[in-house]
């Protein structure tokens, strides 16, 4: 089943923060975090495995709370090139493998 | 290191005809996917691969849609015949066996059926 994101749309300007939220109605056992600029393939940004777990990339980090079935991406100080469509993914079957089901993204846009 | 290669980038052909997408993944990554993006949509996953077996193929549409990775490198996604639906980006990724989870992606083959 497809998690669901939200918001579906961001517009920020440089330097501002902003959260991406991503929850499924299943059981989750990890959180897969992509961005995806216009026209080009998704980028991995990161993993998040354990409930509970944070990690950062850059100034962008995430949580995962998994009883809430939930994980959240900051972006905090935003810039520029954090411009693009962020998805989430989550894997079927209750695993950590590699079978994703993404959520239907979140368009992020910073203005200068 | 070149990142994953797809061939063509563009395709537009009417429906009914045939179709064929190419992949190359990186080097040494022994678990490849074929992913299927509509407008506005993440990517749904049409195929798995571990080497030149397919493990996950429940998603593809085996009546018009096959595909093979025959010496467990590169790999082949045909459609036969292509409908009106069938128009989307059809996106690659591969991955290290034991690293499944970060997938790096191609840039994708955008398919017009008119």
């Known amino acids: 089943q497809q998690p669901v994101q939200s918001p579906q749309a961001v517009i920020l300007r440089e330097g501002e923060d902003a959260v991406i939220n991503c929850s499924s109605s299943k059981a989750l056992y990890s959180v897969h975090w992509y961005r995806q600029k216009h026209g080009e393939a998704p980028v991995f940004l990161m993993i998040?495995?354990?409930?509970?777990e944070q990690k950062g990339h850059e100034k962008i980090s995430a949580s995962f709370n998994e009883k809430k079935q939930q994980s959240s991406l900051y972006l905090t100080a935003s810039q520029l090139s954090y411009s693009g469509t962020y998805f989430c993914?989550?894997?079927?079957?209750?695993?950590?493998?590699?079978?994703?089901?993404f959520g239907q993204g979140t368009i992020l846009t910073v203005h200068p | 290191e070149a990142g994953v290669v797809q061939s063509p980038r563009y395709k537009i052909i009417e429906k009914k005809q045939p179709v064929a997408f190419w992949c190359n993944p990186i080097?040494?990554?022994?678990?490849l996917y074929w992913y299927r993006q509509n407008l506005g949509q993440g990517p749904e996953l049409l195929i798995r691969?571990?080497?030149?077996?397919?493990?996950?193929d429940s998603q593809l549409p085996k009546d018009r849609f096959s595909a093979e990775r025959l010496k467990g490198v590169d790999s082949t996604l045909k459609i036969q015949p292509a409908e009106l639906g069938d128009s989307a980006v059809y996106l690659c990724?591969?991955?290290?066996?034991?690293?499944?989870?970060?997938?790096?992606f191609g840039p994708g083959t955008r398919l017009t059926v008119l």
């Open positions: 990724a591969s991955s290290l066996r034991d690293r499944v989870n970060e997938q790096f």
């Open positions: 998040l495995l354990k409930g509970g």
């Open positions: 080097s040494g990554h022994n678990t």
């Open positions: 691969y571990e080497n030149e077996e397919a493990v996950d």
């Open positions: 993914g989550t894997p079927r079957g209750g695993t950590s493998y590699g079978k994703l089901t």
